[in-house]
């Protein structure tokens, strides 16, 4: 089994900032996460990573913020809705509006 996109959503701003989700269905899980999807959601502004979720191999399900992206810290993947919600919220929390 390929892996399976379940999830392509961008959103332009007309700043120039913007939010790219994606999520996918993966054959085996991304070590050391359980689950079996890939994700990466990111909220970029001036070129520049503000908010990120993602589930790296290696590091597993973890956030990226502050300013570049620079602060990283686990994240507990509850579902791609609740890791859509989550996301969505820290944006709005930084952006103001989404």
């Known amino acids: 089994m390929k892996a399976e996109l379940l999830l392509r959503e961008r959103i332009d ?6 939010i790219e ?8 899980p991304v070590p050391p996460s359980e689950h079996d999807l890939k994700y ?11 908010v990120g979720y993602d589930n790296e191999r290696g ?12 602060e990283e810290t686990q994240y507990e993947f509850r579902g791609v809705r609740q890791l859509i ?4 919220a820290e944006v709005l929390s ?5």
């Open 13 to 18: 701003y007309q700043d120039g900032a913007f």
């Open 40 to 50: 990466s959601l990111v909220y970029i502004v001036d070129g520049q990573r503000i």
């Open 94 to 98: 930084v952006r103001g509006s989404i």
């Open 21 to 28: 989700m994606k999520v996918w269905r993966v054959p085996t």
């Open 59 to 70: 590091k597993g399900d973890h956030r990226h913020h502050g300013p570049g992206g620079a």
């Open 85 to 88: 919600a989550d996301f969505r």
